[in-house]
């Protein structure tokens, strides 16, 4: 079994190290660029898409929705 990178969260928090942000970071990228690449094959001549993205109510917390979930999901399975 691997090394524990991000304990006790399963998101990235204030207190995950610099390689959890990047191994999401490195995955956002692949499977965005993938999403995009599949709806582009999809769209009409001079379509459109609309994207809707979450985002923190504070510039200086980008993880806070993201705990707020984690958190959340770690009491449903400590339940």
């Known amino acids: 079994m691997g090394e524990v ?3 006790g969260n399963i998101c990235i928090a204030k207190t995950s190290p610099h390689g959890v942000f990047k191994a999401y970071f490195n995955q956002f990228e692949r499977d965005f660029t993938l999403f995009l690449k599949s ?3 999809e769209i009409v ?3 459109g898409m609309v994207l809707t993205v979450m985002g923190s109510m504070r ?3 980008p993880c806070f929705h993201w705990e ?3 958190r959340a999901l770690n009491d449903m399975v400590l339940e």
């Open 5 to 7: 990178l991000n304990k």
């Open 39 to 41: 709806r582009s094959e």
């Open 68 to 70: 707020l979930l984690g």
């Open 45 to 47: 001549p001079r379509g």
């Open 59 to 61: 510039s200086d917390d």
